[in-house]
């Protein structure tokens, strides 16, 4: 096993500390946490995530996320 894969950081996920590996991506986290809906919107330290953004932002020790699944109804 290399470093890469042993190496994990802390984040916070809706107030739930999650350990994920150390160079982790948002889509990565979504697939982690079995979130595969595109009706989402997520915070990134208090600030609003563009979904372009998903597949490139990388995690680092301390974030803090909220995820939010958007639903319809009247």
Same mark, same amino acid.
């Given at each position: ?5 042993? @190496?994990? %950081?802390? /984040?916070?996920? +809706?107030? #739930? ?20 809906? @595109?009706? %989402?919107? /997520?915070?990134? +330290?208090? #600030? ?27």
């Amino acid at each position: 096993m290399s470093i890469n894969q042993t @190496q994990t %950081i802390s /984040i916070l996920v +809706n107030g #739930e500390v999650i350990h994920v590996g150390h160079d982790c991506r948002i889509i990565e986290l979504l697939g982690q946490l079995k979130i595969y809906s @595109q009706a %989402i919107a /997520i915070e990134l +330290n208090q #600030e609003i995530l563009p979904a372009d953004r998903f597949n490139i932002q990388r995690l680092e020790s301390g974030d803090t996320l909220e995820i939010v699944t958007l639903v319809g109804g009247g």
